[in-house]
């Protein structure tokens, strides 16, 4: 039941991007944002994906510094990514929520 709704708020999110960016960019920033949450490698963070034309931008808040090169070392690595705009905030006060990431 959790899945589905994750499934379902990203989706809705998704569908509530601006007109410019294509399914392929959709499709992209939603590969990067289900890499990072499933990845196991992040903890405690809450950030958001946007994808255009080959650059991933990372908004949102990681625990530590460390989250936040890591992050940007795995979205890197995936296909079609050829750079990354890293604006994660380093905030030690998302430790203990529920992991996010989802498209803005």
């Known amino acids: 039941m959790h899945r589905l709704f994750v499934a379902s708020a990203i989706?809705?999110?998704a569908l509530l991007a601006p007109g410019g960016a294509?399914?392929?960019n959709?499709?992209?920033?939603?590969q990067i944002a289900n890499t990072?949450?499933?990845s196991g490698r992040l903890h405690n963070f809450?950030?958001?994906v946007k994808f255009k034309d080959g650059t991933a931008s990372l908004i949102g808040r990681v625990a530590s510094e460390e989250q936040r090169t890591l992050a940007s070392q795995m979205v890197e690595s995936l296909p079609g990514v050829s750079a990354?705009?890293?604006?994660?905030?380093?905030s030690p006060a998302v430790s203990g929520g529920k992991p996010?990431?989802?498209l803005v």
């Open 11 to 13: 989706t809705a999110i």
């Open 22 to 24: 294509t399914a392929s």
């Open 26 to 30: 959709k499709e992209t920033a939603q």
């Open 36 to 38: 990072l949450k499933q």
């Open 46 to 48: 809450d950030l958001g």
């Open 84 to 90: 990354v705009v890293n604006e994660l905030e380093v």
């Open 100 to 102: 996010t990431a989802k």
